[in-house]
């Protein structure tokens, strides 16, 4: 329950502190007083969108808080999300702030941890249900009618409902993969050409790992085998010719060899350099057998070289279009291949794709009428429970139905639900559209509101105005119907009816006030005789007379239950 709330600085509030109990709680005053922007402090506490406008002119910020006192119940529904935020709860208490700058951004806090909007209006449909006198227009959209129903009948329709829809996601989703593969078929004949003609050339090719590398060194050599040769046999005849008149080095290490060799019984040291030269004249040797090798493999034939040449312009070619190297271009084949085997069995595909859908819109069918047998008992249910409490609002007559059509599978079901309505026996049930009583519509909105909060309790609600267009008997039975709600709820009302302030537990008065030149909101409690003539002045205008105070005193002892 909403336990206390402060305000600063909110449009003509400029300071306001107020203490609440349980029971029922009126708000009156004249129109214009500002009843209004009470209700926008406690909104801006449960996530409402916020407005610069909102702000008191002349100061830079308004803020709000409210501290909510949270039953054991309450406390288990919202324990996850509070865990989730890191919010600490004392002593089963929330305290909930929310700043509006003149730039109209917010900061809100609960308990003193920031959080966003989008977790205070998470708290706020756990903590409090609020209920205008314009609501009733969101009862009129047809589309409501399921939600509403569905809403009453949770515990009962949501294994129906969350099976449904997984169900249904399935069939949408084999429906878009079915749209898909037929729709690309001249893309797949497009695709299929041209997967056969990369991987046919590919193929034609006869690639061999890093064959682009080695012919590439192969033709370097062609294109200077005439400087190869020449080069390499200078280098001969220098180990074993000989350069202008000089021995070749074959054949002088041979004669330093034998010479050193000659030498050693002199001096034994020298060992290690005929060592040295006998290793440099087997190098020497080897050298020379490299040198033959290679000479023979210098072979210059411009035919052959010109063959070298396409090859290697067919491979660049082929790597320009398919990978910088043989390994790529192998891996691209592969993979072509792959894809083209795919495209092949795609008829395969669709057939599959479509005796799966065949499954899917069966078990739809299958499931969803399941859920459209569970929604006939819940609507039965429901309509027995708001008809018990229109009968307690003075409309005895009453007749209501949910209409409960088949149509083709939605995302929400097979159904097609409107609330048919009628309020005078012998008169035919229709849609809500054609209810012309804003008196009928008050009371159907207050039945449904009871009737929901059960369903879904929260320990708070606000109705603002929701009497509007009932007079005599009927505001009476609203009246009486608020207080009976109060015994289990904490209950608002914001009301311009004597008979509905006259049953509250606790009456607050909202007036504007004008001091040096500006004007502020000041809501105080009624006690006594102020609430005799409050209520006077709301029978009579604006001067209360004998009469109408002897009618609001005799209203008051009739008030308890």
Known sequence: MLRHIRVTNLALIESLELAFEEGFTCLTGETGAGKSILLDA?????????????????????????????????????EPLLSEQGIELDDAELLIS???????????????????????????????????????TSLMRKEEHLILLDTYGRKSLEHHLD?????????????RDLKRAIQSEKERVRKIDLLQSQIREIEDARLKPNEDVRLRELRAKMRHAGKLRSTVDDVYDALYEGVQGSPGIESGLF????????????????????????????????????????????????????RLEDRLALIERMQKKYG???????????????????????????????????????????????????????????????????????????????SIRRVEPRADGLDDVELLFSANRGEMLKPLTKIASGGELARLMLALAAVMTGKNPVT????????????GQAAQAVARFMKQIAARHQVFCVTHLAQTASMANHHFH?????????????????????????LARMMGGLNASDTTRAQALEMLSHSSL
């Open 98 to 136: 929310r700043d509006v700058n003149v730039n109209g951004k917010t900061v809100a806090r609960v308990n003193g941890r920031l959080v966003n909007v989008h977790v205070l209006r998470q708290l706020g449909q756990m903590l409090v249900e609020q209920l205008g006198q314009h609501d009733h």
């Open 324 to 402: 910088d190297t043989t390994d790529e271009i192998a891996r691209f084949a592969k993979q072509a291949q792959e894809e083209l085997d795919e495209l092949i069995h795609h008829e395969e595909r669709i057939r599959t794709l479509r005796d799966d859908l065949l499954q899917a819109q069966a078990n739809v069918i299958t499931i969803g009428e399941a859920l459209h047998e569970e929604r006939l008992k819940v609507a039965h249910e429901f309509e027995r429970e708001i008809t018990d409490v229109l009968h307690a609002l003075v409309m005895p007559n009453v007749a209501l139905t949910f």
């Open 163 to 175: 099976s449904y829809r997984e169900a249904f996601s399935r069939l949408r989703h084999l429906e």
């Open 510 to 534: 909202i007036e504007k006030m004008t001091h040096d030149e500006r004007t502020k909101t000041v809501v105080r409690e009624l006690k006594d005789g102020e609430r005799v003539e409050e």
């Open 460 to 471: 708070t609600l606000i109705f603002d105005e929701i009497d509007t267009g009932i007079s």
């Open 255 to 306: 004669t330093m060899i034998e010479e050193i060799r000659s030498l050693i019984e002199l001096d034994p040291s020298l060992r290690e350099l005929l060592a040295l030269l006998e290793v440099a004249q087997v190098n020497v040797s080897e050298a020379a057998s490299f040198i033959r090798a290679y000479r023979s493999s210098i072979d210059y034939q411009p035919e052959k070289l010109s």
């Open 42 to 78: 406690v909104g801006l506490l449960l996530g409402a969108r916020a407005s610069s406008d909102l702000v008191r002119t002349g100061e830079t910020r308004a803020h709000v808080e409210g501290i909510f006192d949270i039953c054991p119940d309450g406390l288990r529904r919202m």
